[in-house]
């Protein structure tokens, strides 16, 4: 990396598609909204929480009591939004609110479309504004609004359900997921850029050791990385496993290798697919060169890297590759 070359960033998503089962408390709660209905339980004091837990928060007892509460309520605390995300329930300004419904003796957290910050405070009176499709889920309330908010101009409706499923096996998507810039320093930039020309490039450090992919600094004396190295095409099999469980999003069939590859002239492995030979066939030792993707696919990435494969040679015995295994 030149110093006139700027350090590679990159937008990221980190995601992972989390399918829940609700139980049968919440999952009353969730079928109850499917049919504009707002249930809380009864605690072992007589009072109503929203929305219901199977255990009370204060004696730890069992709670069964479903005891449907009121679709308006009064505002009891709130925050205004007013520069909304885009994972928050309305793209424009409003009130993260708790609401007491009628019937209710706890707060319910949810937003409140107000229009403006000073038609929001304390005591006023809201009401349930119900999502267009109902799914049984907590975005089945759009939000809340004032009590003398005009009704919508559609009329609420339960999306039909592929597999009906009782209360007590209610399951929804919930996937988590966040957004940030990635700022791949300096090392890692001239590693990136070297596999955009199909190049392994590592760095060396003051140690003298050789890192791929390379960190910021030298593992061994913690100073700074300093020499860009060109590697070879070709590696040793160090380390690898078997994948035999599919996973969502996964685009390469199972059962597959995923292998650490000692690249010829690094001191550390690189983590890569092993393709070209049946997954039984891969083992320690194993010679093995680097598959790139199409020329219409080069980017500054790492799935530049389509896999690694047998490259005819001898395998690499043991001995030398000990302090790796």
């Given at each position: 990396?030149?110093?006139?070359?700027?350090?590679?960033?990159e937008?990221?998503r980190?995601?992972f598609?989390?399918t829940?089962?609700?139980?049968?408390?919440?999952?009353e709660?969730l079928?109850?909204?499917?049919?504009?209905k707002?249930?809380?339980?009864?605690?072992?004091?007589?009072?109503?929480?929203?929305?219901?837990?199977?255990?009370?928060?204060?004696?730890?007892?069992?709670?069964?009591?479903?005891?449907?509460?009121?679709?308006?309520?009064?505002?009891?605390?709130?925050?205004?939004?007013a520069?909304?995300?885009?994972k928050h329930?309305?793209?424009?300004?409003?009130?993260?609110?708790?609401i007491?419904?009628?019937?209710?003796?706890?707060?319910?957290?949810?937003?409140?479309?107000?229009?403006?910050?000073?038609?929001?405070?304390?005591?006023?009176?809201?009401?349930?504004?119900?999502?267009?499709?109902?799914?049984?889920?907590i975005s089945?309330?759009?939000?809340?609004?004032p009590?003398?908010?005009?009704?919508?101009?559609?009329?609420?409706?339960?999306v039909?359900?592929?597999?009906?499923?009782?209360?007590?096996?209610?399951?929804?998507?919930?996937?988590?997921?966040?957004?940030?810039e990635?700022?791949?320093?300096?090392?890692?930039?001239?590693?990136?850029?070297?596999?955009?020309e199909?190049?392994l490039?590592?760095?060396?450090?003051?140690?003298?050791?050789?890192?791929?992919?390379?960190h910021?600094?030298?593992?061994?004396?913690?100073?700074a990385?300093?020499?860009?190295?060109?590697?070879?095409?070709?590696?040793?099999?160090?380390?690898?496993?078997?994948?035999?469980?599919?996973?969502?999003g996964?685009?390469?069939?199972?059962?597959?290798?995923?292998?650490?590859?000692?690249?010829?002239?690094?001191d550390?492995?690189?983590m890569?697919?092993?393709?070209?030979?049946?997954?039984?066939e891969?083992?320690?030792?194993?010679?093995?060169?680097?598959?790139?993707?199409?020329?219409?696919?080069?980017?500054?990435?790492e799935?530049?890297?389509?896999?690694?494969?047998?490259?005819?040679?001898p395998?690499?015995p043991?001995?030398?590759?000990?302090?790796?295994?």
């Amino acid at each position: 990396m030149t110093s006139g070359e700027p350090m590679l960033s990159e937008p990221w998503r980190f995601y992972f598609p989390y399918t829940r089962t609700t139980g049968p408390t919440v999952g009353e709660f969730l079928c109850g909204l499917r049919d504009q209905k707002i249930l809380g339980i009864r605690r072992t004091d007589g009072t109503v929480m929203v929305p219901p837990h199977p255990f009370d928060p204060v004696t730890s007892e069992t709670l069964t009591e479903m005891v449907e509460v009121g679709t308006e309520g009064e505002v009891s605390g709130w925050t205004w939004v007013a520069r909304p995300l885009q994972k928050h329930p309305l793209d424009r300004p409003f009130a993260f609110a708790l609401i007491e419904l009628d019937g209710s003796d706890t707060g319910f957290f949810h937003a409140v479309d107000a229009g403006d910050e000073n038609k929001m405070s304390t005591g006023m009176r809201v009401k349930v504004r119900w999502a267009e499709e109902l799914r049984g889920h907590i975005s089945d309330i759009a939000c809340f609004v004032p009590i003398d908010a005009p009704d919508p101009d559609y009329e609420p409706a339960p999306v039909e359900l592929e597999k009906p499923r009782p209360p007590d096996r209610w399951r929804y998507d919930s996937p988590f997921e966040t957004h940030y810039e990635i700022l791949a320093g300096k090392s890692m930039s001239v590693y990136l850029r070297g596999l955009q020309e199909r190049k392994l490039i590592g760095m060396r450090g003051p140690s003298g050791n050789v890192y791929i992919p390379p960190h910021g600094a030298d593992s061994t004396t913690g100073l700074a990385l300093e020499e860009p190295v060109e590697l070879g095409q070709n590696g040793t099999v160090v380390r690898f496993c078997i994948v035999n469980i599919p996973v969502r999003g996964q685009q390469v069939q199972v059962p597959f290798a995923a292998a650490n590859i000692l690249v010829d002239g690094a001191d550390n492995t690189l983590m890569a697919l092993v393709q070209g030979v049946p997954h039984e066939e891969v083992h320690i030792g194993m010679r093995v060169r680097c598959v790139w993707v199409d020329d219409d696919q080069l980017g500054a990435s790492e799935s530049n890297i389509k896999w690694f494969e047998p490259n005819g040679e001898p395998d690499r015995p043991l001995s030398e590759i000990e302090g790796y295994l």
